[in-house]
């Protein structure tokens, strides 16, 4: 079938007509006013010419005169890919052989660079794609736009959007003038330009119609013509909405905030690693005496913070205990919530004694465990790390795991060696060792003198991983070329092979292989399975060729600085405030022994996960064999009752990996992950005023002392990424997979973070400058531009062309050369950016 009226067009005939057409058939059929007309098929595209003779027919029935053509290709208007203006629409064509000429360059734009581009982003195979072409009568508008059924904006599902502009509305589609907008909420829509209140209802039960029909969120394009008449044009899914938090049945709204940023976490949790995590955060959170319900939300890991908000006790130090890890993004959003009449406090009749009483021995726990860590801080770190060093001993999987039921078992169990209070309580008195002091300090010292005097800190696992994997650069010898003209991949091939020469690798391995980028999801191999991440590291440190650019330099250096500093601030802290300097000073010198345990707790518990990732792929490769699952990595798009499922009842998951596959490859596009969430929907950091930002600067906050300027090496997987030396990091987020690429950078910008998480934590030790949480940097900033991030500032200035000269970074009282030469072209995988 070639040509066929589109009042004959069903949902279910994508393949043949394409998603624009196969949805307006379905707006037809369902009593929506859609202009007539017929779909040049895809079965017509395959045969690469155009049935001239069948479309003069269809053109001729449907009365001739302006007509639009419309491309309508087999894979658009999809739920995660809408292809809006990525092909081709001609409007007002008139006469046969202007249409026979428009449905050919339709055709033609399903292979424009746009187009192709679209479909790479997206991983659409382009052999699939084909393309119809829909012929429509024209309709003369007296108002046209588009109409949102959730706002687009915020992301809030219970409002909806309008866009209306005179005429055809061309003007709303492509940006090129001013439109009206209205948002519409549940009460009595108001119009007062091209809208009335009778239009903008009749558009809003429109687009509740089409949302009920097709299942989702609508982005739908509409008409008004000369005589009053709405006409419905177009209706796509709105691709771009973050993922609804899961209905709770709750009548109040929920709010819930982002935690895996906290780990560097920006990319979507495997299902098996969301399983774990819920578990592994519930039970840190408890470690604290906090109560907090676990969400996935897109893959994402989301905490139920609306009881602790509206608890009148625990709202009043909310915003206060998110400094340390949540970040200033987080404090502000959860200011705005708190100010939310929706959240106010409510009373409780009596104290929960069943809460209380466990929360007071918490507190009892915690205060003895601090005070004996910051009263001797030497003897509190060599029991954390004799703790470290007996957890990394008992992952071991004990002997007599033989079945996949054993291993599953084993997996499923509480780790029953975990004793957390030596690890947690000296982790926690460094932190408040290295925050505090700000407070104590203010109007003594600024925030660039404490970060600073928090830089170069011993016994940060983190570090001394990062410095060996340096020292391990500095011994390949004659293997340097190998390494540097060699595609990690394939390096990492001949490791696995056994046919890489031997340079020290092994030993890495060995005491590091249980980390990686994201390395809290079990899903996520680790470096002993797949060094070529570690390869790609290596490859960049050996590119480094100044001396005094050497990473173990810049630390003695940072740490130098740091001591000089913390000396200096004491004498002036005790000379103008004396009691607050005599504390103050103290805590600095605490936080020089202690703040660099921080890393500690992660690195042990990564030991068990490595083991239980270990088990759960022998699993998989159990059922694999059984026919149950594909292969045997599949098991990580389970979760453990799921595998438990197929371990002992034989079921069959098939179905189910394969549609979580396609979400997760979706969700792993996503460039924007909110940090917090309202249970309709709603993107509470959208709403927020926008910060007040420096000509030519991006706002952030500092939170690494110094200032540096370089070229921008925009970087979305650490795995693939190539930095030259002096090129400054732009990134969404880190954890300690990434920190290796910190070694050769000049400065570090983050999307998101906290003055003491991963990320800034590293830049101080090596005395690089960090400006964390610049909204969108990764899409306002492009590699190759020449960036100033200044950390006293908390800004990130973008440089026009003719660049300047490179500038050094600094930290206070020494120098930190960004050195290189110039920053390089783009590497492919580095900025793989839409």
């Not at 424009?112 to 084909?130: F, L, P, Q």
Request: glycine content about 10%; aromatic content about 4%; some cysteine.
């Amino acid at each position: 079938m070639r040509v066929i009226a589109l009042s004959e067009v069903t949902g279910d005939m994508v393949d043949l007509v394409g998603g624009k057409a196969a949805r307006l058939g379905e707006m037809a059929r369902s009593g929506e006013r859609v202009p007539d007309g017929f779909c040049v098929t895809t079965a017509a595209h395959e045969l690469g010419v155009v049935p001239a003779a069948e479309v003069a027919q269809a053109y001729e029935r449907l009365g001739g005169g302006p007509v639009a053509v419309r491309s309508s290709a087999n894979v658009e208007d999809l739920p995660d890919a809408s292809f809006a203006g990525q092909q081709d629409t001609f409007l007002d064509v008139t006469g046969i052989a202007d249409l026979l000429r428009a449905i050919e360059e339709c055709w033609r734009s399903l292979h424009d660079a746009r187009a192709v581009a679209y479909r790479d982003a997206h991983g659409i195979d382009h052999a699939s794609a084909r393309m119809a072409v829909v012929v429509q009568r024209m309709v003369d508008p007296a108002a046209a736009g588009v109409l949102f059924t959730a706002n687009p904006l915020t992301g809030c599902r219970t409002e909806v959007m309008v866009e209306a502009a005179a005429g055809s509305g061309a003007a709303v589609v492509d940006g090129s003038a001013a439109v009206e907008r209205y948002v519409l909420d549940g009460s009595p829509p108001v119009g007062d330009g091209l809208l009335d209140s009778a239009r903008l209802a009749e558009l809003r039960d429109a687009g509740r119609r089409l949302q009920d029909r097709f299942g989702g969120p609508q982005d739908v394009e509409w008409a008004y013509d000369r005589q009053g008449l709405l006409w419905l044009l177009q209706s796509r899914p709105v691709t771009t909405l973050f993922p609804l938090p899961p209905e709770t049945g709750r009548p109040t709204p929920r709010v819930y905030l982002e935690f895996g940023h906290v780990q560097g976490m920006r990319q979507p949790a495997t299902p098996m690693g969301m399983s774990s995590l819920k578990s592994l955060v519930a039970a840190m959170l408890a470690s604290f005496g906090l109560t907090v319900e676990i969400t996935d939300i897109g893959g994402r890991l989301y905490g139920d913070l609306t009881d602790l908000a509206r608890n009148p006790s625990t709202r009043k130090r909310l915003v206060k205990l998110m400094a340390v890890d949540f970040g200033p993004r987080a404090q502000a959003v959860m200011e705005h919530v708190l100010a939310d009449p929706r959240f106010a406090p409510v009373p409780r009749a009596r104290p929960d004694r069943a809460a209380t009483g466990p929360a007071l021995r918490t507190a009892a726990r915690a205060a003895t465990g601090v005070v004996r860590a910051l009263a001797r801080p030497e003897a509190a770190r060599a029991r954390l790390f004799r703790e470290v060093e007996r957890l990394r001993l008992g992952s071991v999987a004990p002997a007599g795991l033989d079945t996949a039921a054993d291993r599953l078992r084993y997996v499923r169990d509480e780790d029953p060696s975990a004793g957390p209070d030596d690890i947690v309580w000296p982790i926690v008195a460094g932190m408040l060792a290295a925050t505090l002091p700000a407070s104590l300090l203010r109007g003594v010292a600024d925030p660039d003198e404490i970060n600073t005097v928090l830089g170069g800190m011993p016994h940060n696992v983190t570090i001394e991983m990062d410095l060996a994997l340096w020292r391990l650069s500095r011994q390949v010898g004659e293997h340097r070329d190998l390494l540097l003209t060699t595609a990690p991949q394939d390096l990492a091939a001949a490791y696995a092979r056994g046919t890489l020469p031997d340079f020290g690798l092994a030993a890495f391995l060995d005491r590091y292989g249980h980390r990686a980028a994201a390395e809290v999801d079990l899903g996520v191999p680790r470096w002993d399975e797949d060094p070529a991440p570690v390869f790609a590291m290596l490859a960049n440190y050996l590119r480094v060729t100044d001396p005094e650019q050497a990473p173990d330099r810049r630390f003695a250096r940072a740490a130098a600085t740091a001591e000089a500093t913390c000396a200096e601030l004491v004498v002036r802290a005790r000379r103008r405030r004396p009691v607050r300097g005599r504390i103050a000073g103290f805590l600095l010198r605490r936080a020089r022994m202690l703040a660099g345990l921080r890393e500690a707790g992660k690195f042990a518990g990564l030991y068990r996960l490595r083991e239980m990732r270990r088990q759960l792929l022998l699993v998989g490769a159990e059922l694999a064999e059984r026919g149950l699952l594909g292969q045997p990595g599949d098991i990580m798009f389970l979760t453990l009752d799921e595998a438990h499922a197929a371990v002992h009842h034989g079921a069959d998951h098939r179905s189910t990996l394969a549609a979580r596959r396609t979400t997760y490859r979706r969700e792993l596009r996503r460039t924007v992950v909110p940090v917090a969430l309202l249970s309709d929907g709603t993107d509470v950091e959208a709403v927020l005023a926008p910060a007040p930002a420096p000509d030519e600067a991006l706002r952030g906050v500092g939170a690494a002392a110094g200032r540096a300027t370089g070229p921008a090496r925009v970087v979305l997987d650490p795995a693939t990424a190539h930095i030259e030396p002096g090129d400054v990091l732009v990134a969404p987020t880190t954890d300690p997979g990434w920190t290796p690429l910190f070694l050769t950078a000049a400065a570090l910008v983050t999307e998101t973070g906290a003055v003491m998480a991963h990320g800034p934590t590293v830049a101080r030790e090596y005395g690089i400058p960090a400006v964390i949480c610049v909204p969108d940097a990764t899409r306002r900033i492009r590699t190759g531009q020449l960036v100033t991030v200044d950390a006293v500032a908390g800004t990130v200035t973008v440089h026009p062309a003719p660049v300047p000269e490179r500038v050094p970074a600094r930290g206070r009282g020494a120098a930190v050369a960004a050195g290189g030469e110039g920053g390089g072209p783009p590497v492919a995988g580095d900025t793989a950016r839409p």
